[in-house]
């Protein structure tokens, strides 16, 4: 009876063993299920977003081939860029003159102008400004080739600052004022002395005797006894007076015009001329010929220089320093 027992007991428990092997089969085969399927679940995410990275890795290369390309486009637009700036500042460079020729230039202008105004004007004073304006200028850019040419500024200020002045444009305005009053002036033939305020008779005085201090007035009237401190007045024809007006105005305009040319002597002849004509002819008692004898007067006592010294020296050297440039410039391209 022990055998079956211990029998059956083999059995249940090889049963049991064999339940246990198969329930332990079961689990790690659906425990490997769920692990291939989590596997491949993580495997497909994995594709997905590889396929993904590959595709912004796509963009991102066709975008990076594009900026590229605009990059390569840019540097050579650059280059042409410089290229050009680069031939645009050497034709620049050939072509505009460089600070020391323009201040040449201006130097040179300002020099012609000076000399017009001392040789046509004899404007001292104004040539002397323009010749300081130029040594100013020169001196600022303080360059060793100016040396020559302040040499001969300086001597040309030197002779003008040595001259006496002279108001040319001041004794042409007064010219001018005596040719304008000309028509206004009267003549010496025609003074007229005032007449004597008639004697206030007495309040109390009988009528004959009125009537005798009357008639004695009226004959008085028909006799004029005058004193005169000069001699006769010339008596000029009233067809006459328009053409001594005009050689009067003739002689102050040649008067003018030898002030401007600064012929010493033609001035001084023609303002005398004009003076003693306008003494002879005008009435010297009235207000406006004792003025303009007295401004002709002055005009020919006004000491004026004899010759004006020219600009040729500044000029000459301003040209040869710019002459010197020019040659030197083809030299160094």
Request: neutral net charge.
């Amino acid at each position: 009876m022990a055998k079956p027992a211990s029998r059956g007991f083999v059995v249940v428990l090889a049963a049991a063993v064999i339940a246990l092997a198969a329930v332990g089969w079961w689990d790690n085969r659906h425990t490997d299920t769920t692990l291939r399927t989590e596997v491949a679940k993580r495997l497909t995410d994995a594709d997905a977003a590889i396929a993904q990275s590959r595709v912004r890795d796509s963009a991102t290369s066709n975008e990076l081939r594009e900026v590229q390309a605009k990059l390569a486009l840019l540097e050579t637009r650059l280059s042409e860029s410089q290229t050009q700036q680069a031939s645009l500042e050497a034709l620049y460079r050939e072509l505009a003159p460089s600070r020391d020729e323009v201040a040449l230039n201006e130097i040179e202008q300002v020099l012609l102008l000076a000399s017009q105004q001392l040789s046509i004007a004899g404007n001292v004073q104004a040539a002397l400004a323009a010749l300081q304006l130029a040594d100013a200028k020169l001196a600022r850019t303080d360059r060793p080739q100016w040396v020559a040419l302040r040499r001969a500024l300086a001597r040309d200020i030197d002779k003008l600052k040595s001259l006496p002045y002279v108001d040319v444009a001041g004794m042409a305005v007064k010219i001018d004022q005596a040719i304008a009053a000309i028509d206004a002036l009267p003549l010496a033939r025609d003074e007229r002395l005032p007449a004597p305020a008639p004697p206030m008779p007495p309040a109390d005085e009988s009528v004959w005797l009125r009537s005798l201090r009357d008639a004695w007035t009226e004959l008085k009237s028909l006799v004029r006894i005058e004193v005169a401190d000069r001699p006769a007045a010339p008596l000029v024809p009233p067809a006459q007076n328009y053409f001594l007006r005009e050689n009067l105005r003739l002689r102050l305009l040649s008067a003018r015009i030898s002030l401007l040319s600064h012929d010493d002597s033609g001035f001084k002849s023609d303002v005398t001329a004009a003076n003693a004509w306008t003494k002879q002819y005008f009435d010297t008692r009235t207000k406006g010929v004792q003025s303009l004898m007295a401004s002709l007067t002055q005009l020919a006592a006004t000491p004026m220089p004899a010759e004006l010294p020219d600009l040729a020296a500044s000029l000459n050297a301003a040209r040869a320093l710019k002459a010197t440039r020019e040659r030197a410039a083809p030299a160094a391209r």
